[in-house]
């Protein structure tokens, strides 16, 4: 694995850790995570990645019997465009046929702050994109509104109760939420600027990640989250089978509550990927069987090889690192397609 990393990794900026049962196989960064300043790092905007925590804190405030899952949205949100037949489940897994606000450059100008309910609210006024549960439609907006539901009910902020339910009781000292820094880090030195080609990109406000993509987190941070998750210990081991269990398929892939799931190269894997546009791409898989954990958090978006779309630069090294574990060749769409 080694020699693979030093032969193929010279382009890459960013940190990679794996773990085989518990054991650190490697933990290591490359590059710089302030390339202009020459600084070293080894915190990341995870992305979509960030889906999981919110998800974890849906199920949570589900098994303490603070929220139902079945419940309709409205009981906690009440927007007046928004028909009642949409559950929090339906937000969990896509199903929602709500549109990806995300996508709606012209009515939303990302560089700026928008408010939680101003986006729900004008997606909640456009016609949907289908009818609820009857197909997987991955929106951003969902997990938006979700994150709404959790301030609802728990009169905290967000980022409070993620905080306080996950970040301190794992000690993942080194996470906090980009909503809680715009990148002035507590601790800046250490927190990456995001790339595309070498060069610095500019990110969205933080209002376009709430509870979707809003995460700063590191490799340790995110292994100790991980290893928690799936022994049960933030919540009950039966709500993380039903989280993992696979909800929806779609030609895009199989997805639980918050959770991607796959089984396409003859092994369960469970994780999410994360990308943020032209600056920050991260994976998080864990294949059940062999208890392997692979983590990828870059913040140079970039191709490392021809013909690999530099979208899925992540993706493609967390594929190609388990390949080096496990000593077995996968087709190059196997590594390309979660």
């Given at each position: 694995?080694?020699?693979?990393?030093?032969?193929?990794?010279?382009?890459?900026?960013?940190?990679?850790?794996?773990?085989?049962?518990?054991?650190?196989?490697?933990?290591?960064?490359?590059?710089?995570?302030?390339?202009?300043?020459?600084?070293?790092?080894?915190?990341?905007?995870?992305?979509?990645?960030?889906?999981?925590?919110?998800?974890?804190?849906?199920?949570?405030?589900?098994?303490?019997?603070?929220?139902?899952?079945?419940?309709?949205?409205?009981?906690?949100?009440?927007?007046?465009?928004?028909?009642?037949?949409?559950?929090?489940?339906?937000?969990?897994?896509?199903?929602?046929?709500?549109?990806?606000?995300?996508?709606?450059?012209?009515?939303?100008?990302?560089?700026?702050?928008?408010?939680?309910?101003?986006?729900?609210?004008?997606?909640?006024?456009?016609?949907?994109?289908?009818?609820?549960?009857?197909?997987?439609?991955?929106?951003?907006?969902?997990?938006?509104?979700?994150?709404?539901?959790?301030?609802?009910?728990?009169?905290?902020?967000?980022?409070?109760?993620?905080?306080?339910?996950?970040?301190?009781?794992?000690?993942?000292?080194?996470?906090?939420?980009?909503?809680d820094s715009e990148f002035i880090s507590k601790d800046i030195n250490n927190t990456p600027k995001g790339h595309y080609?070498?060069?610095?990109?500019?990110?969205?406000?933080?209002?376009?990640?709430?509870?979707?993509?809003?995460?700063?987190?590191?490799?340790?941070?995110?292994?100790?989250?991980?290893?928690?998750?799936?022994?049960?210990?933030?919540?009950?081991?039966?709500?993380?089978?039903?989280?993992?269990?696979?909800?929806?398929?779609s030609k895009m892939g199989n997805y639980g509550y918050g959770v991607m799931v796959s089984d396409k190269i003859g092994e369960k894997v469970i994780g999410h990927g994360g990308t943020v546009p032209n600056?920050?791409?991260?994976?998080?898989?864990?294949?059940?069987?062999?208890?392997?954990?692979?983590?990828?958090?870059?913040?140079?978006?970039?191709?490392?090889?021809?013909?690999?779309?530099?979208?899925?630069?992540?993706?493609?090294?967390?594929?190609?690192?388990?390949?080096?574990?496990?000593?077995?060749?996968?087709?190059?769409?196997?590594?390309?397609?979660?």
């Amino acid at each position: 694995m080694k020699k693979w990393i030093k032969n193929n990794l010279d382009k890459f900026s960013g940190s990679i850790l794996v773990s085989n049962k518990d054991k650190i196989l490697i933990n290591t960064g490359f590059k710089f995570a302030d390339k202009e300043r020459d600084i070293s790092g080894t915190k990341f905007l995870i992305g979509s990645v960030s889906k999981m925590f919110t998800s974890v804190a849906i199920m949570k405030l589900y098994e303490e019997k603070a929220l139902d899952i079945n419940d309709s949205v409205n009981k906690y949100l009440n927007i007046a465009s928004l028909e009642d037949d949409i559950k929090i489940v339906n937000l969990l897994n896509h199903t929602s046929g709500l549109k990806n606000f995300v996508m709606f450059r012209k009515k939303f100008d990302l560089y700026q702050a928008n408010s939680s309910i101003y986006i729900a609210t004008k997606i909640c006024n456009m016609k949907r994109n289908f009818k609820v549960g009857k197909k997987f439609s991955y929106t951003n907006t969902g997990y938006l509104m979700l994150a709404m539901i959790i301030e609802k009910v728990t009169g905290l902020r967000f980022e409070e109760y993620i905080e306080q339910s996950i970040f301190i009781p794992l000690e993942m000292k080194d996470s906090e939420f980009i909503s809680d820094s715009e990148f002035i880090s507590k601790d800046i030195n250490n927190t990456p600027k995001g790339h595309y080609k070498g060069k610095e990109s500019k990110v969205f406000h933080s209002s376009a990640f709430f509870g979707c993509g809003d995460v700063i987190s590191t490799t340790s941070d995110l292994k100790k989250f991980m290893d928690s998750f799936i022994k049960g210990k933030i919540v009950h081991k039966n709500l993380v089978d039903e989280m993992k269990k696979v909800s929806v398929s779609s030609k895009m892939g199989n997805y639980g509550y918050g959770v991607m799931v796959s089984d396409k190269i003859g092994e369960k894997v469970i994780g999410h990927g994360g990308t943020v546009p032209n600056s920050f791409s991260a994976q998080v898989s864990y294949y059940e069987d062999r208890e392997l954990l692979i983590i990828v958090l870059c913040n140079d978006v970039r191709s490392i090889k021809r013909f690999i779309p530099s979208v899925m630069i992540s993706q493609y090294i967390e594929r190609s690192l388990y390949e080096q574990v496990v000593h077995k060749k996968l087709k190059i769409l196997d590594k390309l397609i979660f």
